[in-house]
């Protein structure tokens, strides 16, 4: 299993721009979510899916968009780039359910926006 | 308002010492806690997960401590190696909502 991989590893964009940063899971599970890690702050939600077709606002959404047309894929949109979103960014997936499962996280995606 | 404070914020210590790092919590209703450890540059890595029931749960030379009446959690390494140099971020489980609460992590440097 490569468990969850994320792409790219760095980026730099132009305030403005737009991207789209993206993730997959070859675990089959159905929860799957997008965290922002800031410094001298815990990880921080954006979005976050139960499955398929399903997906839900966490504590810091706005300027990002998030779809999940399959369970292994779970990509993170930003829509018009500014320099506040400028972070680590972490997927991770469990398996679902009421309560969070055990999270699984990929190597992260470290975005700088000029 | 849900919170997880962890302290000390950073901590220096001898190769083969013991530390503690603490984590206070107050989330509801809560549902479990966890402790992961973060290597620079890397994803966070489960170490524990305690649900409301357990009061102590080990994996090698981490012991992690449950006080669900106080609210408290502690996460002790025994017999410390350079490879313990990383941040330890604490995590409670709200018991609906998919939701978790994540502490801001103890960075912890071993020393040879």
């Known amino acids: 299993n490569a468990g969850v991989t994320q792409t790219p590893k760095f980026q730099v964009l132009k305030t403005g721009q737009s991207m789209t940063l993206q993730c997959a899971q070859d675990?089959?599970?159905?929860?799957m979510s997008w965290y922002r890690q800031d410094p001298g702050m815990g990880l921080r939600l954006i979005h976050y899916?139960?499955?398929?077709?399903?997906?839900d606002q966490g504590e810091v959404p706005n300027g990002y968009n998030v779809s999940r047309s399959t369970t292994e894929d779970f990509p993170l949109r930003l829509l018009s780039a500014a320099p506040s979103q400028t972070s680590v960014y972490f997927c991770?997936?469990?398996?679902?359910?009421?309560?969070?499962?055990?999270?699984?996280f990929g190597p992260g995606t470290r975005l700088t926006v000029t | 308002k849900n919170q997880v404070e962890q302290s000390p914020q950073s901590l220096i210590i001898l190769e083969g010492k013991n530390c503690t790092l603490q984590c206070n919590y107050t989330v509801s209703p809560f549902s479990n806690l966890r402790w992961y450890k973060q290597d620079t540059g890397r994803g966070p890595v489960s170490l524990t997960i305690?649900?409301?029931?357990?009061n102590t749960k080990s994996n090698g030379r981490y012991t992690a401590t449950l006080d669900a009446d106080t609210k408290q959690s502690s996460l002790h390494i025994t017999a410390s190696q350079l490879s313990d140099s990383a941040s330890y971020i604490c995590v409670v489980s709200v018991e609906y909502g998919n939701k978790l609460v994540f502490g801001a992590g103890t960075i912890l440097r071993v020393k040879s």
């Open positions: 899916s139960v499955g398929a077709g399903i997906t």
């Open positions: 991770a997936s469990s398996y679902s359910g009421s309560r969070v499962g055990e999270q699984y």
């Open positions: 305690m649900t409301f029931s357990e």
């Open positions: 675990m089959n599970h159905e929860y």
